[in-house]
């Protein structure tokens, strides 16, 4: 089954493509707040000041999430057609 480079090559795209399913892939800090990029989707965390009395502002974060299902299939069905090929090999 793993006698080939190949195999060994298409075991690690498996390995990496499941890490990249789950770990974030970027996120940018920006004066309107913070932004993940996961393959699950896009999460906004969002800090607004509001002025109150005494001079002090508070800050409320609201956070947003943006569903990005088409990364996640496409990196699942890379994930699951690498494996298979390992075993599709005869002889």
Do not use: H
């Amino acid at each position: 089954m793993i006698q080939r480079i190949q195999s060994i090559y298409l075991l690690l795209t498996t390995a990496l493509m499941a890490v990249f399913l789950f770990l974030p892939i970027a996120q940018f800090d920006t004066t309107d707040g913070i932004y993940s990029f996961t393959a699950q989707g896009i999460s906004t965390v969002e800090a607004m000041t509001t002025p109150v009395q005494d001079s002090a502002a508070a800050v409320t974060q609201t956070s947003v999430f943006t569903p990005t299902w088409g990364v996640f299939v496409l990196g699942t069905v890379i994930a699951v057609l690498s494996f298979i090929t390992i075993f599709l090999y005869k002889n």
